[in-house]
Each structure stands twice: as structure tokens, then as C-alpha cells.
């Protein structure tokens, strides 16, 4: 079987089908969807705010500060309205109802010409006023600019409000839509076959699960964001320039295909990056875990200066990989800034002079140009959110291999537990209940990799009771066979029947609450040496008290600071290896098994510590189902039945006197130890 389909860190992806992604990411959205909605809502909403600013400049431009009077520009127009020198004579009109304007008009008549209700002065005199008289001709312009100000602030404080409100919705369903993934894919790497971890370093997966996830979170935020705002901002931009002028507005467009063309590039250029790069995170995170965990044997074979070339060479070409990214950006970010300026510069040139022709007005140059700068503010963004979305992609392009591995597999259909809402697991296959009363081993063959068997036509049965022992050479497939009863591996021919039902038909999980099975190296997790034991299990305490005393645990327990509660070391390595032996014998008691499996449980081991251990397994076996697989043989001498097994084949099997009797393997094994 072979459960890295695509997945080695080594292996091309192909091209790229973000839709694809998007796709597959969509169930993770929905349970979110209407707060993603509300949140687009707002980000609609700021955009038509942020475009509005420009707008109300213009106003307060043409109508309060510069304005311009539609009647006098007419008049000006067809009768020339120009002095001598040919520039266009701006003038300010003044209803004249107001007896304070009247005496003002009257203190400098020279200055203003009537017309009918109005009296008409050129801005150009207005510096010959008094500040006090200026002040009172435009009062009305005034009220209007300080209206236009309480405008301005209005749309900051809303615009403010808004974005608070759709930042803090979009970072709650992203926090929860990553969340909801990071337990999709700890749940699955969880269910998924020893095989699998044989064949993916632990950095490697420890990556898979925090960096790339968290890469997703600017995916689920900012992008989202940028798709509608910065879209709507370009889109709102285009229409608003062209209806002000469209002659100028497709002026300020003729640097877009530059635009354009300088971002596909970029866009080609940095998805191959970023692949290149998680690539690199994960074997720095795997030679790091490595490191860690053999430091032992780096520090006594003097490796130290060897696998310090090793990670400098990872971290080199990660930091190559890095620099490349960054020279992409370089070039990227102020190519859109110089086409951003040329635009502006364009919008300047040309729009000045219609000024100057009283083609537009100043408000409405003021706003193009201001118009102008906000389009390319979010090209320049795209660079950035291009950044995290090719970023996230190549995320997410490991996590759904991750996600996809064994889905074709058998081990996996059976073992596979999807996480429901409400915190419970579904799980696939056939329920099983009552006790263990008997295992069988039809013609069972089994290989690690393809073309190699390790098991080889395996038949025998194991009644309810019984102890069998598997004895053999080192490599003769005795783990293995242990292996595949608790469903680590299944069978590549032939099958295994536990109380008549195929094995691959019954749910894992309920056929592993049945078993208990205790290793040479007893993996002990962080935590307290109840949590090791008895984990989540509700035992009264003269439960705990029998279970510590029957494993042999009691004594060197009781020596521990705070006792059951003492906190353990990772790995428990604060206890010998026979203490945490007998922690893991008394884990088997807690569970109450109908079977036990013991691969060589008693290796490695003092000699009165193996005393401690043997007596602690002879409880534990009594009265239940055991299969012993042991290299000492004096450890299965009292086992009712003893199988030999030498190249993955069974060839010889009875009592230990029945087989020392014939003087076969077994009996030379006997006489190797002796």
C-alpha cells in the first residue's frame, strides 16, 4: 500500500487551479457564510464612502471655494469673457438683498458691477476688500465649507465604525473557519495509517498543521477584502473619471497595459516562489524535530558539525528562495509606482490645460487627480494581497494532500472519523460487541513495500483464554503480525477473523477499546502520571488504588512529588525505562482489555525490574486472551501454545516441552540462550 500519493515534499505540483482550491476551501466557509456577507456588505459600503471623498472636494471646491457661476460663464463664453492677455476672468456673484452686502458693495462700488439682484466682483479684487468685508460677502461659502467639513467627518466616522465592525467579522469567521480546518486535518492525520508516518518526518506534518493553516488566515481576511473592495474601488474609479471627463479619463488609462502586463509576470513569477519556500519551511521544521529528538546520539558521534552543514545548507537556500520573492517585489512595487505617477503627471499636464480653458473646473481636476492616486492605490495592494493569496494557495495546496491521502485506502475507509458539530465522531464500519473469543489468521500475507513480503501464508487460531507466544529471529515478521491485529497495517492477501467477522469489517476503534497492547518503548505523553494511566477514564479512587497496586506501580509512585499528579518530562523521561514499563502495564489494566499484546515487554530490563514486570503481566493476562511476542524464551515457557516463526513463515508450533521434544528451532533457540 502506498499512502504518500502526491503528497512527498519533492514531487511537482503541476499547475496551479486556485477555482479548484477555492473550491475545496468552500465547505469550510459556509457554516460562516452570512457573516461574510455582512461583512462584503460593509466593505461595499466603505468603498462607496471612500469614493465619495474625492467628490465632496469637488464640491467644496466649485461651489464654496473657487465658485463658478454657470450664468456669468456663459455670458463669459459668448462674448469672449477675456482680458487682454487671453486668460479667462473668474468672477464671484452676491445676491444683494442684505443691506450689510449693500453697504459693503456701496464702500467699494468702483470694484462690483449689478446686475439685476446681484453684484458681480472679480476674484482677482477680492485681495482689495478688508478680511472683515471678504468675510461677510462669503459668509454663505463659509457655512458651506465648514457643512462640506462636517461632511468630511461624518464619512471619516462612519468609514471608522465600518471598518471596525467588517475587521472584526472577518477576523472572528477566520479565526473559526481556521479553527474547523486545523481539526479537519489534526483529526485525519490522527486516523491515518502507520504507514503514512513512516513515510512523513514529524516537521513536516507539524508544519502542515500550524504554518500552513495560519497562512490561510490572510486568505479568509485580507483577500476576501481586496476581491470586493479593491474590485468595487477600480470599478467605481473607472466609471466616476469617465463620466467627469472621458478625454481625460482615457488619458490617466494609458498606462494600464503596462499595468497589466507587469502583473501577470508577477503573478507567474511568485507562485513558483512560494511553493519553493513551504517546500523549505518544512524540511528546516523536519531537520529541526530530528535534531532535537536524536540529540543523544548527535552529541555521541560527534555529528554535531555535520548536521550544522546540514541546516545551514536548508536555511541557505530557504534564505535564496526568500531573496528571490523579495526581488520580485522589488521591481513589482515601484513599477506600479512610477506607472502610478506617469498617470498623475499625464492627468496633470493634460487637465491643466483644460483648466486653463475653463474645460473643467480646479474641483474637478482636484478630484481626478485624487481619483488618479486612488485607483493605483489598490494595484499597488495587488502585489501585497497577491502575495498572501499565492502564499495561502501553496498552503493549501499541501494541507488538501494531506487531507486526500488514503481516502482510496482500506485502512482508511475503516478508520476515518469525520468530526461532527456538536463534537461527537462518525466512524466507518461494522459495530462490535461482546468480548474476544477467538482470532484467526487465514493464509495472511503482508509486505511493507511492494514485491517484499514480510508475512508469508500465516495461518493459526487463538481461542478466548489463551496465551500464545511468537518466537523467532530477529526480523522474522513477529511485530508485524502483532501489527496487524490492531489494524496498523491490514493484510495484503489472505485475512484475519476476530470472532468469525473479517477485521476489515469491524469499526477500528471498537475493536481497539478491546485491546491493549504493551511495547518495549512505552511512550509516555506531557502531563500528569494519572492522565498517563487512566487518561479521561472516570475511576473511583480504590479503582486506582487496585489498578497501581496489581501493575507494581504503586511504590515508585508514591516516591513522586505529588504522587499520581506528578507532572511528567516529554517521553517520561524523569522515570527509568522499567517505571515507565510498568506505568504502561498498568494502562493496559485501566482499560480492561479482553486481549493483550505484548511485543517484547520485557526487553531492555534489569533483572529485578523484569521480576516487578513479570508479576505485573501475569496479572494482567489472567484470564484473558494474550499474544506474547518475546526474543527471551524463558519468558513464554508457561504459554499454552508457542509459534516459531523464521522468514515470515510458521515452522513449527506446540507446548514448550512438545517442542524442545523434537529438537527442532525451537530447541536450538533454547540452547543459543542457555
Known amino acids: 500500500m502506498h499512502f504518500d500519493f502526491g503528497y512527498s515534499e519533492e514531487d511537482k505540483l503541476g499547475k496551479p487551479y486556485d477555482f479548484k482550491l477555492f473550491k475545496r476551501l468552500y465547505p469550510f466557509f459556509r457554516p460562516y457564510r452570512l457573516l461574510l456577507l455582512i461583512s462584503i456588505l460593509f466593505v461595499i459600503i466603505i468603498t462607496f464612502l471612500s469614493l465619495s471623498i474625492p467628490y465632496v472636494t469637488r464640491i467644496a471646491i466649485d461651489r464654496y471655494i473657487l465658485p463658478v457661476d454657470a450664468s456669468v460663464k456663459a455670458k463669459e463664453y459668448k462674448a469672449g469673457g477675456a482680458d487682454a492677455s487671453g486668460v479667462k476672468i473668474r468672477k464671484l456673484r452676491i445676491n444683494i438683498t442684505d443691506s450689510k452686502i449693500n453697504a459693503i458693495i456701496s464702500k467699494y462700488k468702483d470694484l462690483f458691477e449689478i446686475e439685476g439682484s446681484f453684484a458681480v466682483i472679480h476674484f482677482d479684487d477680492l485681495s482689495k476688500l478688508e478680511k472683515e468685508d471678504i468675510s461677510l ?119 494600464l497595459p503596462f499595468v497589466i502586463f507587469a502583473s501577470i509576470n508577477f503573478s507567474r513569477k511568485s507562485r513558483d516562489i512560494f511553493r519553493i519556500l513551504r517546500t523549505k519551511l518544512a524540511e528546516i521544521n523536519t531537520n529541526l524535530t530530528e535534531t532535537i529528538g536524536g540529540i543523544k546520539v548527535i552529541q555521541l558521534f560527534l555529528q554535531e558539525k555535520e548536521n550544522y552543514h546540514n541546516f545551514k545548507r536548508l536555511n541557505h537556500e530557504n534564505y535564496l528562495a526568500g531573496m528571490k520573492q523579495i526581488r520580485i517585489l522589488a521591481v513589482f512595487m515601484p513599477l506600479i509606482e512610477v506607472l502610478g505617477v506617469v498617470s498623475v503627471a499625464t492627468v ?122 511468537v518466537v523467532g529471529p530477529t526480523g522474522a515478521g ?116 479482553d486481549l493483550i499484546l505484548l511485543d517484547e515487554a520485557t526487553s531492555y530490563i534489569d533483572s529485578e525490574t523484569e521480576q516487578k514486570i513479570q508479576e505485573a503481566l501475569f496479572k494482567l493476562m489472567k484470564d484473558r486472551t494474550s499474544i506474547v511476542v518475546a526474543h527471551r524464551l524463558a519468558a513464554v515457557r508457561n504459554a499454552d501454545r508457542i509459534i516459531v516463526i523464521n522468514h515470515g513463515r510458521i515452522i513449527e508450533t506446540g507446548t514448550h516441552n512438545e517442542l524442545i521434544k523434537e529438537k527442532g528451532p525451537y530447541f536450538r533457540l533454547t540452547q543459543l540462550q542457555d
Open 137 to 255: 460677502l462669503r459668509r454663505y461659502d463659509i457655512i458651506g465649507v465648514s457643512l462640506v467639513t462636517a461632511l468630511f467627518l461624518v464619512i471619516i466616522f462612519t468609514d471608522f465604525v465600518l471598518s471596525f465592525l467588517q475587521n472584526m467579522l472577518m477576523e472572528f469567521a477566520g479565526q473559526r473557519i481556521m479553527h474547523d480546518l486545523r481539526v479537519s486535518l489534526f483529526v485525519h492525520i490522527q486516523n491515518l495509517p502507520i504507514s503514512f508516518f513512516n513515510e512523513n518526518p514529524v516537521g513536516r506534518l507539524v508544519t502542515r498543521v500550524t504554518n500552513d493553516v495560519q497562512n490561510m488566515h490572510e486568505l479568509f481576511t485580507s483577500v476576501i477584502t481586496f476581491v470586493f473592495k479593491d474590485l468595487f474601488l477600480l470599478t467605481g474609479i473607472a466609471v466616476l473619471v469617465l463620466i467627469m471627463d472621458w478625454k481625460l479619463a482615457l488619458v490617466s488609462f494609458t498606462v
Open 348 to 469: 496633470i499636464f493634460y487637465g491643466g490645460g483644460s483648466v486653463l480653458t475653463e474645460s473643467i473646473s480646479i474641483g474637478s481636476l482636484v478630484a481626478f487627480i485624487s481619483y488618479v492616486k486612488m485607483f493605483f492605490r489598490p494595484i499597488r495592494d495587488i502585489a501585497e494581497k497577491y502575495n498572501i493569496m499565492q502564499n495561502a494557495m501553496a498552503s493549501a495546496e499541501r494541507i488538501f494532500l494531506i487531507l486526500d491521502t488514503g481516502k482510496n485506502e482500506k485502512i482508511s475507509k475503516a478508520a476515518a472519523e469525520i468530526p461532527l458539530q456538536n463534537g461527537n465522531f462518525r466512524q466507518y464500519g461494522s459495530d462490535f460487541r461482546g468480548k474476544i473469543t477467538s482470532i484467526v489468521f487465514d493464509r495472511v500475507s503482508f509486505g511493507y513495500d511492494t514485491g517484499k513480503s514480510i508475512l508469508k501464508d500465516i495461518s493459526f487460531a487463538v481461542s478466548a483464554g489463551e496465551t500464545v507466544a
Open 478 to 593: 513477529k511485530t508485524t503480525l502483532i501489527n496487524l491485529i490492531v489494524r496498523f497495517y491490514d493484510p495484503v492477501s489472505g485475512h484475519i477473523f476476530i470472532n468469525g467477522i473479517d477485521i476489515e469489517k469491524i469499526e477500528v476503534g471498537a475493536l481497539r477499546s478491546k485491546i491493549a497492547l504493551v511495547t518495549q518503548d512505552s511512550f509516555l505523553f506531557s502531563g500528569s502520571v494519572r492522565e498517563n494511566i487512566f487518561s479521561k477514564q472516570d475511576l473511583s479512587e480504590r479503582e486506582i488504588e487496585y489498578i497501581l497496586r496489581a501493575s507494581n506501580c504503586k511504590s515508585f509512585i508514591d516516591k513522586l512529588p505529588d504522587g499520581v499528579d506528578s507532572v511528567l518530562t516529554e517521553g517520561g523521561g524523569s522515570l527509568s525505562s522499567g517505571e515507565r514499563q510498568l506505568i504502561s502495564i498498568a494502562r493496559a489494566f485501566g482499560r480492561n482489555p
